[in-house]
């Protein structure tokens, strides 16, 4: 009997396996144990028609090995492999090749199975994705428990990072860029809390249906680091990869964050927005419940009067006795100065990012209680930002042979001087040399950062 003859012949005896079975429990059983049970006769099909095509590679290469030159060592080690369909057993020949002087198994090395592995790549890719979703114990549990939870971990943190990275899709031309951030708050296993920042990327937002809107072409990117040269760098390779930044408008939005407004040193023309949820959230806080007041200050932050504003703050303080309630106004008040000139409450400059960080980041890694190392929150995040940004998780399990070392990537502050490089005859965004500014290139502080955004890099210099 050929090969297709006995799939053929299997494929027709579930077929009637299934019949029987829903024929039999007509009446006894629901329709949802119909279906469970269904599914359990298909993956057994499936899982015997993997061992037929693996047997049937092996027998071809056997047939048409050269019997001089490569030999059979032992006629019978078994393999048992994890895969979506269930636990599989392969049957296979070691072979020695004389001329090579090596052993291997025809079989896996046609079927590309990698080495020592338990878990096939389909699988592991999906252990990934639920691990991102959910958590390890979780996905384990998905898996009907054939794994642990450490072998989630496992397969996890050996995962191939640089394939996380958003590629760009050469250079485009919008007229709007929206760069929007916040963080969230996450507990680290040795009792200390850390940050997850994260930062989106998009152009705009469009209306999907009434009362629900989408941004247009997102792309989201996470970092762990305290270091703002590790934050930002993944940004600026896509934006300056993927925009013709000179001919678009650039908004950058956040809480105030110092962390945020260094991004513009690396856009020094972009826009910065303060987040409305956080002024309208301050305001509130000080305001104490008294909604004749917070309109009254609402109205004169749209109407950017400072003295208002300031008048108002200053009742509100005098009103109170209690310290805590008195340093509350100051802190408010400091907090709406220091940011004043960045506030815009116009439904043009409309910033989530306090949503996206509950969507995307707490949902997974803080909104329950939960300790991380750094590591682990590391690729987590990475992979959520992923997720989100409609990633295939089958491209990023990792091979067991060591992942080559990537060459040096330029910092942020090498970046940036690429900005409107486009506009400079036929050059693209990285056909640039580095003119140096003695006192302001490679130093970030508040000053260089002012410098820089009044210089406009004018006076940079191309080859």
Request: hydrophobic share 35%; net charge positive; charged share 30%.
């Given at each position: ?6 799939i ?12 029987s079975m ?17 599914q ?6 499936g ?25 059979i060592?032992?006629?019978g080690?078994t393999r ?7 636990e ?5 020949r ?7 002087a090596?052993?291997?198994?025809a ?5 590309k199975?990698?080495?020592?592995a ?59 860029i ?20 994260l ?23 996470v970092s ?11 940004v ?6 993927q ?14 964050a ?22 309208y959230k ?37 009103s ?5 309630e ?11 100065e ?10 043009a ?9 509950s ?10 209680p ?17 997720y ?64 820089r ?9 191309w080859?």
């Amino acid at each position: 009997m050929t090969t297709q003859e006995k799939i053929r012949s299997m494929i027709e005896g579930t077929t009637a396996q299934v019949l029987s079975m829903l024929t039999n429990t007509i009446g006894k059983t629901t329709f949802s144990d119909a279906v469970e049970e269904t599914q359990r006769i298909v993956n057994d099909l499936g899982g015997q028609i993997l061992q037929i095509v693996f047997n049937e590679a092996d027998e071809i290469f056997n047939a048409e090995r050269d019997r001089s030159k490569v030999i059979i060592k032992h006629n019978g080690k078994t393999r048992r492999l994890l895969t979506t369909l269930g636990e599989v057993t392969l049957h296979r020949r070691l072979y020695y090749d004389k001329t090579a002087a090596r052993y291997f198994f025809a079989a896996d090395e046609l079927l590309k199975i990698e080495k020592r592995a338990r878990i096939e790549k389909g699988m592991q890719a999906q252990l990934i994705a639920d691990a991102t979703r959910s958590s390890y114990g979780k996905a384990a549990e998905i898996a009907h428990r054939k794994v642990s939870r450490q072998t989630v971990h496992n397969i996890v943190r050996r995962l191939n990072d640089e394939r996380l990275n958003v590629r760009t899709e050469g250079l485009k031309t919008v007229e709007q860029i929206y760069i929007e951030a916040d963080e969230d708050h996450i507990h680290l296993n040795n009792g200390s809390p850390a940050e997850v920042r994260l930062i989106y990327v998009h152009e705009g937002v469009r209306q999907v249906c009434r009362g629900r809107r989408e941004l247009i072409n997102p792309k989201y990117f996470v970092s762990v680091s305290t270091d703002n040269e590790t934050t930002w760098n993944d940004v600026a390779d896509y934006v300056y990869g993927q925009y013709r930044v000179s001919k678009a408008q650039l908004h950058i939005a956040g809480d105030g964050a110092q962390w945020i407004k260094y991004g513009l040193t690396i856009f020094p023309k972009a826009q910065y927005h303060l987040d409305k949820f956080h002024v309208y959230k301050s305001v509130t806080d000080v305001v104490g419940g008294d909604r004749v007041l917070r309109r009254q200050i609402i109205d004169a932050l749209s109407e950017s009067d400072y003295d208002r504003v300031r008048a108002l703050y200053g009742a509100r303080l005098r009103s109170l006795t209690k310290p805590g309630e008195r340093e509350n106004v100051r802190a408010g008040l400091f907090y709406i100065e220091n940011n004043f000139d960045e506030i815009d409450l116009t439904p043009a400059t409309s910033c989530a990012a306090e949503g996206h960080v509950s969507h995307i980041l707490s949902a997974r890694m803080s909104s329950r209680p939960m300790a991380w190392s750094k590591d682990g929150a590391h690729r987590i995040a990475r992979l959520r930002a992923y997720y989100f940004n409609g990633g295939d998780f089958r491209d990023v399990v990792a091979d067991r042979q060591r992942v080559p070392r990537q060459p040096r990537r330029e910092n942020t502050t090498e970046k940036y001087r690429r900005y409107n490089a486009e506009t400079d005859g036929q050059r693209g965004a990285n056909d640039y040399c580095s003119a140096h500014l003695v006192g302001i290139d490679g130093i970030t502080n508040g000053l260089s950062a002012t410098l820089r955004a009044i210089l406009k890099r004018g006076n940079k210099k191309w080859c």
